[in-house]
């Protein structure tokens, strides 16, 4: 073999150690790390806020939000899903379509899969319609409470004497 030769196979060899080095490692989640920015925690939390009130105003329960984004801070989605129950109380707004929850794959071996699946339709519709009785008497009892209090407000406003500059 001449001298050229066997440099260029060492150059190939090279090459291709450098390439299977480099693959391998673009699959590694340790090194990706080190790009991503760290979130601190005030951002974590108003992550968590967001997520909550958007699983409110969809009309997920507080569980399924949980559930559904475990990586988030539950006292920040709690946060802003009580938010987000109070704000929507408050103006009369309605649950927006919550999201198809995830099917999983149906089981080849059984054959009840469709008995089970409309056993837990039938049961979600049920508590769907529960859960929008429940919001309703709420919402009827804190307009009653709320009415009260802002009488007993304009009374307490209209006996104060005027400052005088």
Known sequence: MSASS???????????????????????????????????????????????????????????CYTRNPEALKAGIFSGWKDMHEYMAAKNIQNSAPPAP??????????????DGAARDSSRARDRERDSSRSRERESSSSRDSSSSRDSTRASRDDKPTPKY
């Open 102 to 115: 995830p099917t999983p794959a149906p089981d080849a071996k059984d054959g009840k899969d469709s008995k």
């Open 6 to 64: 066997f440099q260029a196979h060492r150059l190939a060899a090279r090459l291709v150690l450098a390439g299977a080095v480099t693959l391998s490692l673009s699959a590694c989640d340790y090194i990706g790390s080190f790009s991503k920015p760290k979130q601190t925690p005030e951002e974590a939390k108003a992550e968590g806020v967001a997520l909550g009130a958007g699983c409110r105003q969809a009309g997920q329960s507080l569980e399924d």
